[in-house]
């Protein structure tokens, strides 16, 4: 069973800076896309930015300019840095994995790791 473990999440005052990080137990070329998504309290989860195979990534409009997403495949980590932190961000950070088999049946796979809680202080 493929497990994602966060790490890097803590308390910060507004205008600072924190890397998230997210280690894979298996080879992380092996997904096609990997994630970082946040949910806070009483509200849905929401995409914050991906990060595919080939190093393509993409931001949540909230995201862009603040935040840049990035992997390390010898490592098997991928990372959030998270600049100029807001209020606004207060989240429980969640990395996100999936993959789907290259041959039919085409199973895609899904995984999510326990989450690193972000707080930004005004």
């Known amino acids: 069973q493929v497990q994602l473990v966060e790490s890097g999440g803590g308390l910060v005052q507004a205008g600072g800076s924190l890397r998230l990080s997210c280690a894979a137990s298996?080879?992380?070329?092996?997904?096609?896309?990997m994630a970082w998504y946040r949910q806070a309290p009483g509200k849905q989860r929401d995409l914050v930015a991906t990060?595919?195979?080939?190093?393509?990534?993409n931001y949540a409009d909230s995201a862009k300019g603040r935040f840049t997403i990035s992997r390390d495949n010898a490592k098997n980590t991928v990372y959030l840095q998270m600049n100029s932190l807001k209020p606004g961000d207060n989240a429980v950070y969640y990395c996100?994995?999936?993959?789907?088999?290259?041959?039919?049946?085409?199973?895609?796979?899904?995984?999510w790791g326990q989450g690193t809680q972000v707080t930004v202080s005004s």
């Open positions: 298996e080879r992380i070329f092996t997904f096609n896309r």
């Open positions: 990060i595919t195979t080939d190093g393509t990534t």
């Open positions: 996100y994995a999936t993959r789907t088999t290259p041959y039919p049946p085409f199973i895609k796979s899904d995984y």
